[in-house]
């Protein structure tokens, strides 16, 4: 009776996730999917040292008002004018860092994959928390 | 006793005809922009379908590209209106999705998601975007292929400027599709050369990038913020 009961549970529990799997399955994500071997968390990146390029993926506006030191600016608003000024100064053994402004941000996936797909480089790596996280550890360490 | 469940009832009663909603007329949205639109803009409109006002407490986007505005913070009963939402195409290519946010007072429908999509055209595709020799490199020539978009009939392409570093030959394989070669004069000294490519007859290119490098050895300086 308990098994009955238990299965029956089940069969229920089946029947909300295949409406969610027909409802959602034309929905796309708002965020473009990156393994986790595609990610680096800040200190990883910091470590590689003068062996990363950094990619800064925000808006003109704000990498004007500050930017990881060295950072070259690329976004998807100016992709067609800023992607041939970084080829010219890319470095195939150096690894690539991308950062937008937040952990939610897209920005820098998004370029992290055009660089993959379009340009076909390699060894191209999205920044955990991005701009955000990146202040809040130079902060920490100012403050200490 | 008599008189808290009266008073319960009312209040339920009250609450009830005081309801306030917000009826969207749609809330996803699929635009399509030509060659060139430098914005998008779709409108989601809405009508207060309900008795009472309807406070907009804020209106967000999910992406720095895009930027939302209401017509009014309050929606009387029986008001219509409309967040108008505008995505800064830039260069972005294929199919973009966005979302605003907007969140009322209104508990029932505290916050509604609006969708917008965009499917960008693009003229034509360059693969790779960057062709490269190491120093040294037996100076042969590599191939990019150049793909107009489905509704582009393009019929020949063009590749500027002239370089003295790099041959740039350029043929037809198919419909709508082209072959670049390209062949570096010597890969003996760092050269670059950025070609713009473009139909014949319009002046919207994509860019092929071209090098030789001589790459010194990487370092192991740590970068401090």
Known sequence: MKLK???????LAFVPAIGQ????????????????????????????????????ARPDAEFAQDHVPGAILLNEDRWNE????????????????????????????EIAHRLRTEAQLQNVFVLEGGWEEWVKRRDEENAQ | MKTQVLAFTLSILLCASARSELKWEQTQLELHPA???????????????????????????????????T??????PGESGEITATFNIGDRTGTQVKSVTVETDNPAQASTV???KAVIPQMLEVQPALVYWQGGEAPKSKTVSVTAGKDFPVKQIKVTPVSTDFQVKVSKVGDGEFKVEVQPRD??????????????????AVYLSARVINSPPPTTTAVKP
């Open chain 2, 187 to 204: 890969t003996a000294h760092q050269m670059v050369a950025t070609f713009a490519i473009q139909p014949d007859d319009s002046p919207k």
């Open chain 2, 71 to 76: 017509q009014k913070d309050q929606v009387a």
């Open chain 1, 82 to 109: 800023l992607l041939p000024q970084f080829l010219v100064v890319w470095s195939p053994e150096k690894k690539i860092v991308v950062y937008c402004s937040t952990q939610g941000c897209n920005a820098s996936r």
């Open chain 1, 21 to 56: 799997a027909i409802y959602f399955h034309d929905k796309v994500s708002w965020q473009t999917p990156v393994a986790a071997s595609e990610m680096v968390t800040v200190t990883q990146a910091r470590a590689w040292g003068d062996n990363a390029t950094w990619i800064d």
């Open chain 2, 114 to 116: 609006l969708v917008l």
């Open chain 2, 35 to 69: 060659v060139g639109d430098k914005v998008a803009v779709g409108h989601f409109k809405y009508k207060n379908t309900g008795t009472a006002p309807v406070k907009i407490k804020s209106v967000h986007s999910s992406c720095g590209c895009t930027t939302a505005q």
């Open chain 1, 5 to 11: 009961q238990a299965l029956l549970l089940v069969l």
